[in-house]
């Protein structure tokens, strides 16, 4: 492993570690709050009845997620005819998990926005991961290169799917909504989505560092390929958590902006 893979991976980090250190503020500026924990408990409950029917695709995207990042630490030894299957189904994955979110938005605020689920369609996801691509390449440049303007523009659009899942499927409409609700509440948000965020983030870069503690020697590559799978899972997981945890926090935000607005 040349030392351009070191720095590769350090760049890379530099996103984790400021949001770690805009959480850290978050924890000292932000007013004390309970809401997360609270949230973070119903979304259990609410979430296990949508799991027992959808638990096929989970897995899907869980097999696909693990097979994709065992293919990163496996540094090209996995044969050609393996290595093609483990493509197909990362792409798989990729494809489901955008669909999975949006239907398990709808489904977490069925009772509040009946059959938002039926007008889920094609466009509507193709719109949905054009949008959250585009958001999230903004704001990890933004973090990587400039700092605040990266937190402050993945901060202020974290409310983009349950938006976009929500209020007609519309992309500029939802990063323009997500923005207005976001006024104000800079560290309250950075305090509330700050952990599970850093989590995401440090599993995503699991299988690179992985291959850089393989190649040392110290490390067999057979020992990582547990430990990536695992991180796989738990990334999967995160997201799903996230996104319900961005629907609790649309939810609040909406309902501290209409009793401000009826004020």
């Known amino acids: 492993m040349d030392s351009i893979s070191y720095y590769v991976i350090a760049f890379q980090l530099v996103p984790v570690a400021l949001a770690l250190a805009n ?9 004390k709050s309970n809401d997360f924990i ?10 296990l009845p949508f799991l027992k029917t959808q638990w096929p695709f989970v897995a899907v995207c869980m097999l696909g997620s693990n097979l994709s990042q065992a293919q990163i630490i496996s540094n090209g030894s996995v044969k050609t005819e393996f290595s093609f299957g ?20 709808s489904y977490l605020a069925a009772p509040k926005y009946p059959g938002r689920v039926a007008t889920i369609g094609i ?10 691509w585009f958001i999230s390449t ?13 937190l402050v523009i993945l901060v202020r659009t974290c409310l983009f799917l349950p938006i976009y899942a929500l209020e007609g499927h519309r ?47 110290h490390y067999p590559m057979q020992y990582s390929l547990p430990m990536v799978a695992a991180a796989g899972a738990a990334s999967l997981a995160l997201s799903m958590i996230l996104a319900g945890l961005t629907y609790k926090l649309y939810e609040r935000l909406s309902t501290a902006s209409d009793r401000i607005s009826n004020d």
């Open 86 to 105: 483990i493509v197909i189904a990362s792409l798989v994955s990729a494809g489901i998990l955008p669909i999975l979110k949006l239907f398990y938005v």
């Open 23 to 31: 959480w850290l503020l978050s924890l000292y500026f932000a007013p």
């Open 138 to 150: 903004l704001g990890t440049l933004g973090l990587a290169f400039l700092v605040a303007p990266g």
């Open 171 to 217: 992309p500029l409409a939802a990063f323009e909504k997500s923005w207005s609700l976001t006024a104000g509440h800079y560290r309250q948000i950075s305090r509330y989505l700050g952990l599970p965020t850093i989590l995401f983030g440090i599993l995503m870069l699991s299988p690179q560092v992985a291959t850089v503690i393989a190649a040392t020697g």
């Open 38 to 47: 609270a949230d973070l408990k119903q979304l259990w409950p609410d979430s």
């Open 123 to 132: 466009w509507s996801v193709l719109l949905y991961v054009m949008g959250d």
